[in-house]
C-alpha cells in the first residue's frame, strides 16, 4: 500500500493565482482531513470529510475548497492565493473507532506552498 | 482554537536519559493521540488513549492521561538520539475532529 500520498511536494505560487493540491489514500478509511503548519503554531485543520460526498470546514477554512467524490481522493482547492496561505499543507486519513471517535490518522508526506 | 498545549516548548536530553512532555486541554474529549514529526516530515501516529483509560505503553512510551485535570504526559525512556523530533499532542472529541497543539521539540545529546 502507498498509504497517502500528496502531489506536488513543492509549490511557488504568485498572488491571485488558484492550484489544487493532489491528497490520495490506499487504505479505504472513511475520514480524511486538511491541515496547514506554521512556525510554532503545530496543526490547523482546514477542511475534513467524513465520507465521500460530505465535508466540513475546520478551524481555518477560509480560501479554501474541497470536494470527496471518492473514497480515494480529496483535494484542496486555493481559490485566490495569498502570502498569508504561505505554509506546509498535511493531509490525513483515518478511520472511525471501534468505540467512536477517530482513530490513529496517518499523514502524507506533505505539501510546501509558498505565495509570492 | 488549538485545544492541546503542550509543555515543555522545547527539550534538551542526554542519551539515556528519560524525556517528559505535558499536553493540557479544555473541553471533554473521546480520546488522546500523540504524535512525532521528524523534521520536515509529515507526522507519525504514537500512542492513541480513550478516555476511560489512565495509563498506556507502547515499547519505551508511556503515556498517561487524567480527565479530571484535562491533562496528558508522554514519557519517553532510555532516550536515543533517533527520538529527536518534535511531540505533539491531539485531542479527539466525538465528531472525529482532531485538535492540535503547538507541540514539544525533543532533542537528545549524544
Known amino acids: 500500500n502507498a498509504g497517502v500520498t500528496q502531489t506536488p511536494k513543492f509549490q511557488v505560487l504568485k498572488t491571485g493565482q488558484s492550484m489544487t493540491l493532489q491528497c490520495a489514500q490506499d487504505?479505504?478509511?472513511?475520514?480524511m482531513s486538511w491541515y496547514r503548519q506554521d512556525p510554532g503554531m503545530g496543526l490547523r485543520l482546514i477542511h475534513y470529510?467524513?465520507?465521500?460526498?460530505?465535508?466540513d470546514q475546520g478551524e481555518v477554512p477560509n480560501g479554501y475548497n474541497v470536494s470527496r467524490s471518492t473514497t480515494e481522493d480529496f483535494p484542496l482547492r486555493l481559490l485566490s492565493a495569498a502570502p498569508s496561505q504561505t505554509s506546509v499543507y498535511f493531509c490525513?486519513?483515518?478511520?472511525?473507532?471501534?468505540?467512536?471517535?477517530?482513530?490513529?490518522?496517518?499523514f502524507g508526506p506533505g505539501t510546501r506552498l509558498t505565495v509570492l | 482554537s488549538q485545544q492541546g498545549e503542550e509543555d515543555p516548548q522545547a527539550l534538551s536530553i542526554q542519551e539515556g536519559e528519560n524525556a517528559t512532555m505535558n499536553c493540557s486541554y479544555k473541553?471533554?474529549?473521546?480520546?488522546l493521540q500523540w504524535y512525532r514529526q521528524n523534521s520536515g516530515r509529515g507526522l507519525v501516529h504514537l500512542i492513541l488513549?480513550?478516555?476511560?483509560?489512565r495509563e498506556k505503553h507502547s515499547g519505551r512510551l508511556r503515556v498517561t492521561l487524567d480527565t479530571s485535570k484535562k491533562s496528558s504526559s508522554l514519557l519517553i525512556t532510555a532516550s536515543r538520539a533517533a527520538d529527536t523530533a518534535s511531540y505533539f499532542c491531539?485531542?479527539?472529541?466525538?465528531?472525529?475532529?482532531?485538535?492540535f497543539g503547538a507541540g514539544t521539540t525533543v532533542t537528545v545529546r549524544a
Open positions: 490525513a486519513s483515518s478511520y472511525s473507532h471501534p468505540s467512536g471517535g477517530a482513530s490513529e490518522q496517518f
Open positions: 487504505m479505504n478509511h472513511e475520514y
Open positions: 470529510s467524513v465520507g465521500a460526498g460530505i465535508t
Open positions: 473541553t471533554s474529549i473521546n480520546n
Open positions: 488513549i480513550r478516555s476511560n483509560e
Open positions: 491531539a485531542t479527539c472529541s466525538n465528531d472525529y475532529k482532531l485538535s
